[in-house]
């Protein structure tokens, strides 16, 4: 199977959709929390969550173009300044796949999509109770992706709030395996996440085939 430029061009809109929501692989699906400045709690889920660095830390997310549709959670991190990002574990994926419908600003969807919200002292935006792995971030920057109208929303933790029944591993790192954290892939279709290596860091001396392993000792003298 081969698609051309001027093919995926001429493939129907939703077709088109799914095909370039797919090849791209295995996103992780998250739900990020928003309060407005009038109290208005807003959920919303993405696959477009990414990491961008540890000093300062930072994590980004790409919000779609506003084509006449109210984009609330935006909204919301324009007036509070701050959001929340939460795994979809697989005891909740299916209410958080519905966090994409179009409510009205004053219909949370926490109470229509049947989740907890969760809230930690001195913090405004809310967590997601029952997800393992929370982060609250405050804006940090906004991105304007001109070609596309989309925009990619910056923000700096500010709290990471890990369940108890992760492990950590390998200093620091979370076992994402226990988490229970699911991914998407294409437009509605969602994955388990299970841990297939933990591999060495990268270096020369350590490649996978033998006898590159055997000229890169001898030429550095390891």
Same mark, same amino acid.
């Given at each position: #199977?081969?698609?051309?430029?001027?093919?995926?061009?001429?493939?129907?809109?939703?077709?088109?959709?799914?095909?370039?929501?797919?090849?791209?692989?295995?996103?992780?699906?998250?739900?990020?929390?928003?309060?407005?400045?009038?109290?208005?709690?807003?959920?919303?889920?993405?696959?477009?969550?990414?990491?961008?660095? !540890?000093?300062?830390?930072?994590?980004?997310?790409? #919000?779609?173009?506003?084509?006449?549709?109210?984009?609330?959670?935006?909204?919301?991190?324009?007036?509070?300044?701050?959001?929340?990002?939460?795994?979809?574990?697989?005891?909740?994926?299916? +209410?958080?796949?519905?966090?994409?419908?179009?409510?009205?600003?004053?219909?949370?969807?926490?109470?229509?999509?049947?989740?907890?919200?969760?809230?930690?002292?001195?913090?405004?935006?809310?967590? %997601? =109770?029952?997800? +393992?792995?929370?982060?609250?971030?405050?804006?940090?920057?906004?991105?304007?992706? =001109?070609?596309?109208?989309?925009?990619?929303?910056? @923000?700096?933790?500010?709290?990471?709030?890990?369940?108890?029944?992760?492990?950590?591993?390998?200093?620091?790192?979370?076992?994402?395996?226990?988490?229970? !954290?699911?991914? %998407?892939? @294409?437009?509605?279709?969602?994955?388990? #996440?299970? =841990?297939?290596?933990?591999?060495?860091?990268?270096?020369?001396?350590?490649?996978?085939?033998?006898? #590159?392993?055997?000229?890169? +000792?001898?030429?550095?003298?390891?």
């Amino acid at each position: #199977m081969h698609y051309t430029e001027s093919e995926i061009k001429d493939l129907n809109r939703i077709k088109r959709l799914r095909l370039m929501n797919s090849i791209t692989g295995i996103k992780s699906a998250n739900l990020i929390g928003t309060l407005s400045e009038t109290g208005n709690t807003n959920l919303a889920i993405f696959s477009s969550v990414v990491h961008l660095g !540890s000093d300062p830390a930072l994590i980004g997310f790409v #919000m779609r173009p506003n084509n006449n549709v109210k984009r609330d959670t935006l909204n919301n991190i324009l007036e509070t300044k701050h959001f929340t990002i939460n795994h979809v574990n697989s005891n909740f994926v299916e +209410k958080a796949h519905y966090t994409s419908l179009n409510f009205n600003q004053d219909q949370s969807e926490f109470d229509y999509c049947n989740l907890e919200s969760f809230y930690i002292d001195n913090y405004l935006p809310p967590f %997601v =109770k029952g997800s +393992k792995v929370k982060i609250g971030l405050k804006l940090h920057e906004i991105i304007p992706i =001109k070609s596309n109208g989309c925009k990619f929303i910056i @923000g700096e933790v500010e709290h990471v709030l890990i369940d108890d029944s992760i492990d950590l591993i390998t200093e620091g790192s979370i076992n994402l395996e226990n988490s229970n !954290s699911v991914g %998407v892939g @294409g437009l509605n279709s969602y994955y388990s #996440m299970n =841990k297939i290596a933990e591999l060495p860091f990268p270096r020369l001396s350590t490649t996978p085939a033998s006898e #590159m392993n055997e000229f890169w +000792k001898k030429k550095f003298d390891i």
